[in-house]
């Protein structure tokens, strides 16, 4: 099903189902965390299912990093919900949901991080060195799965269409330099929240051993991995994603 995008007030997000809030961050390229499949899943399951789009090409130049996209956040949580939340980030949005659990304890109750970045990740900024040509792009967006025919032609014609505009390349780049600026090695014993961190065991760009880590360092962490999966489970094994997230959340409430 495909969802409609709400404008309220400074927001655009897509909303659905009724309960418990939970709040879907995309990554820097948003078509590559499509949330489609766990939008679904989850409204069915007693979760009131929100996904903001991330103003990462509507920030002025000297603001476009990750400390205002979390800003940003947090005025989306405050302003759309009552209690606190389910975050669940991938790639970049993972890494501003870090971001976000310890600047604000009190507005997550869950964190769920798959293929994050915040410790360090190959980016995907500063390497297009032929943009222009799009069988290099195909290529590119191939990569970040383990099965190639994941990257649609839709999919390939966002990021062609993102990496050959000259202000969102500009911003791209600029905010996969924040995310290397902003390590988060040690911030994470300093995270209490209970964390899920969801892999894909064959993930190239945020590699299996950044989920190794980010486990020993965070206090209160559960490691599950996704075999045959790239760095966007969610989009790549949605069902098995859903099933583990499910599972995992059921426990933590008990």
Not at 29 to 39: A, E, Q, Y
């Amino acid at each position: 099903m495909r969802f409609i995008t709400k404008k309220e007030k400074k927001f655009s997000f897509i909303e659905a189902g009724e309960g418990h809030p939970l709040i879907l961050l995309h990554g820097l390229m948003g078509g590559l965390s499509n949330f489609d499949k766990t939008v679904n899943f989850f409204a069915d399951k007693g979760y009131k299912v929100f996904v903001p789009v991330l103003p990462i090409y509507d920030l002025p130049v000297l603001n476009t990093n990750l400390t205002t996209i979390a800003k940003y956040v947090v005025k989306f949580i405050e302003e759309k919900t009552t209690e606190p939340v389910t975050l669940v980030g991938n790639s970049m949005g993972g890494h501003i949901g870090l971001i976000l659990t310890l600047a604000r304890p009190d507005l997550v109750q869950n964190l769920v991080l798959t293929g994050s970045s915040g410790l360090y990740e190959r980016t995907f900024g500063d390497s297009f060195p032929r943009k222009s040509d799009k069988e290099y792009i195909r290529k590119k967006t191939e990569e970040v799965f383990y099965d190639p025919n994941v990257a649609t032609q839709e999919l390939v014609d966002e990021v062609f269409s993102v990496v050959n505009d000259r202000m969102k390349g500009i911003k791209t780049v600029m905010l996969a330099r924040s995310a290397i600026k902003h390590n988060m090695m040690n911030d994470l014993p300093k995270i209490n929240t209970p964390v899920c961190l969801i892999w894909g065991k064959q993930d190239n760009v945020t590699p299996p051993d950044v989920a190794v880590d980010m486990n020993k360092f965070l206090p209160n962490s559960s490691l599950y991995w996704i075999e045959e999966c790239g760095h966007a489970a969610m989009m790549e094994k949605p069902d098995e994603f859903n099933e583990i997230l499910y599972e995992w959340l059921q426990g933590i409430k008990k």
